[in-house]
C-alpha cells in the first residue's frame, strides 16, 4: 500500500512539473506578442518601404508589425506575397535588412 501512495506522489509531481513548464510556455508567448502591434503599410517607415520595393519588387506588402524590443529598439516584421507564396522579413527602423523569418510549419516539415 505505501508503494502505491509513493508512486502516486511521484506521477503527481511529475504532473505538476509539466504543467508548470507549459504555465511557463504560454506566459512567455503572451509576452512576445505583448511586445508586437500590428500596424497599416503606410506607417511603415518609408526607408523599410524603399527598401523592400528594391529588393522585393515583385511582392505586395500583406502585413506589417513593429516589434518592440525590451531595450526599447523598434524593428519591423514584413509579410509579403507573391501570387500564393508568402514570405516574412524583418528591418530596422533605418531600412536595414535584419533577415527573413522561418515559417514555424516550413521548420517542422524541414525536421521530419
Wanted: hydrophobic residues 30%; proline residues 2%; without cysteine.
Amino acid at each position: 500500500m505505501e508503494e502505491d501512495n509513493s508512486m502516486m506522489e511521484e506521477a503527481m509531481e511529475e504532473v505538476e512539473e509539466v504543467m508548470d513548464d507549459m504555465t511557463e510556455e504560454m506566459e512567455g508567448e503572451d509576452e512576445e506578442d505583448a511586445n508586437e502591434r500590428e500596424i497599416p503599410a503606410s506607417d511603415l517607415p518609408e526607408a523599410i518601404t524603399t527598401a523592400i520595393s528594391e529588393a522585393y519588387a515583385d511582392y505586395t506588402i500583406d502585413e506589417a508589425e513593429e516589434v518592440t524590443a525590451d531595450d526599447g529598439t523598434i524593428t519591423y516584421e514584413v509579410e509579403l506575397k507573391k501570387g500564393e507564396e508568402e514570405i516574412e522579413v524583418m528591418y530596422s527602423a533605418g531600412g536595414e535588412y535584419l533577415g527573413m523569418e522561418e515559417d514555424e510549419d516550413e521548420m517542422e516539415k524541414a525536421e521530419e
